[in-house]
């Protein structure tokens, strides 16, 4: 059974930092093109940053220069680490996993995060 959990949201002032973990297990992490998305409240989800199985990173251009998406395969285990946070940073966060040779694209449950002014 694969699961994606997502940790480390949470409420933090603008201008501070957060990082945020997926922790995945069922899956052989470095098989997978991983990514964060994040869905503010009352708009749609949006792609944050992802991360290829080849360590090749690509991020939304709203977080450029802030966000750096990581990975750890031995820990079978995905990073986001975000600075210089703005309220319109506020969101769920959501981890997600996609292998595109197998078709398999999975999603975890998301994390809070908060940034107030």
């Known amino acids: 059974q694969v699961q994606l959990v997502e940790s480390g949201g949470g409420l933090v002032q603008s201008g501070g930092s957060l990082r945020v973990s997926c922790a995945a297990s069922?899956?052989?992490?470095?098989?997978?093109?991983m990514g964060w998305y994040r869905q503010p409240p009352g708009k749609q989800r949006e792609l944050v940053a992802v991360?290829?199985?080849?360590?090749?990173?690509n991020y939304a251009d709203s977080v450029k220069g802030r966000f750096t998406i990581s990975r750890d395969n031995a820990k079978n285990t995905v990073y986001l680490q975000m600075n210089s946070l703005k309220p319109e940073d506020t969101a769920v966060y959501y981890c997600?996993?996609?292998?595109?040779?197998?078709?398999?694209?999975?999603w975890g449950q998301g994390t809070q995060v908060t940034v107030s002014s």
């Open positions: 997600n996993a996609h292998y595109s040779r197998i078709l398999q694209n999975y």
């Open positions: 069922g899956i052989i992490l470095r098989l997978y093109s």
């Open positions: 991360i290829t199985s080849g360590n090749s990173t």
